[in-house]
C-alpha cells in the first residue's frame, strides 16, 4: 500500500531527567509517573525491568530503589507499539 517502505522502527534518543528536589527520597517508579505522565505507570515499570532506565549511568532493573538526590536520570522511552506495514 502507500505506507510501503515504512518499515523501520525508530527508538527514540535516551531522554534525561534531572529529579527536582520536590521528588527527592521517592521511589523511582513514583518519580518517573510524575516526570512521563504520558505513560502509565505499568508501561514505566517494564521499562525499567528491560533496562531502559539509567540513574546516574548506571543500568536500574528494579523500580522501587530510591535514586540519590539530584540524580540524573536516563530514560529510553520506546515509542508507541506501531501497526506496520511491509507490502
Not at 531522554?15 to 505499568?42: K, M, N, T, V, Y
Not at 528491560?50 to 522501587?64: A, C, F, Q
Request: proline share 8%; charged share 35%; net charge positive.
Amino acid at each position: 500500500g502507500p505506507e510501503a517502505g515504512r518499515g523501520l522502527i525508530a527508538v527514540s534518543e535516551p531522554r534525561r531527567l534531572e529529579i527536582p528536589a520536590r521528588l527527592s527520597g521517592r521511589r523511582l517508579d513514583e518519580i518517573l509517573a510524575e516526570l512521563c505522565p504520558e505513560r502509565s505507570r505499568a508501561a514505566l515499570q517494564k521499562l525499567v525491568r528491560r533496562g531502559g532506565v539509567k540513574v546516574d549511568g548506571k543500568k536500574v532493573l528494579r523500580s522501587n530503589i530510591r535514586p540519590p538526590r539530584r540524580a540524573t536520570l536516563s530514560v529510553q522511552l520506546e515509542r508507541e507499539p506501531v501497526k506496520v506495514d511491509f507490502d
